[in-house]
T-cell receptor
């Protein structure tokens, strides 16, 4: 199983809503990532979890709150978002983020629209 | 961060070869990668090359690395309609983060 799954596929939320994005992998990977991707742009790294601990936060606003309940799951909690936060949110996993060659497996993404 | 440059758009006829180019700035990158993103999908790792190699071939894909010029290219032989996608080159920075190029959209014309 080399699949990273993400739910929901699409999400529309208002600026006062609270919602969560979910990501799951069963490859035994110990590193998991959240990326944000705007249309026709490359992905931008948001967070890295390594062995279930947050290891990198790329100065992401606090309205985005990541959580790693266990080694297979990664959540992204959303609260009080802005319209400019509308984007494709990609989750990825890799065997170990500390190794120089680590193949990242990406999920299909959640298309988020903030109204 | 690293500055990875890519050209933006390539149109190619089915059956022809496609070549996508990329330049990078971090000469200490150990690995360089090519990712493919089809519409509405996540990124798929196509291939990677170790920095001490000049060339890597994997079925229809050929990766060329010119370390002196910090130039990376991806050649797709016998391009098919399923190859229509955005292609990103990427390198790992000193903290093992992936730094992506801007992406190159390939459109295959039947």
């Amino acid at each position: 199983d080399t699949e990273v799954t993400q739910t929901p596929k699409h999400l529309v939320m208002g600026m006062t809503n609270k919602k969560s994005l979910k990501c799951e992998q069963h490859m035994g990977h110990r590193a998991m990532y959240w990326y944000k991707q705007k249309a026709k742009k490359p992905p931008e790294l948001m967070f890295v979890y390594s062995y279930e601990k947050l290891s990198i936060n790329e100065s992401v606003p606090s309205r985005f709150s990541p959580e790693c309940p266990n080694s297979s799951l990664l959540n992204l909690h959303l609260h009080a978002l802005q319209p400019e936060d509308s984007a494709l949110y990609l989750c990825a996993s890799s065997q170990d983020s500390s190794l120089p060659n680590y193949e990242q497996y990406f999920g299909p993404g959640t298309r988020l629209t903030v109204t | 961060g690293e500055d990875v440059e890519q050209s933006l758009f390539l149109s190619v006829r089915e059956g022809d070869s496609s070549v996508i180019n990329c330049t990078y700035t971090d000469s200490s990158s150990t690995y360089l990668y090519w990712y493919k993103q089809e519409p509405g999908a996540g990124l798929q790792l196509l291939t990677y090359i170790f920095s001490n190699m000049d060339m890597k071939q994997d079925q229809r894909l050929t990766v060329l690395l010119n370390k002196k010029d910090k130039h990376l290219s991806l050649r797709i032989a016998d391009t098919q309609t399923g190859d229509s996608a955005i292609y990103f080159c990427a390198e790992t920075d000193g903290n093992n983060r992936l730094a992506f190029g801007k992406g190159n959209q390939v459109v295959v014309i039947p």
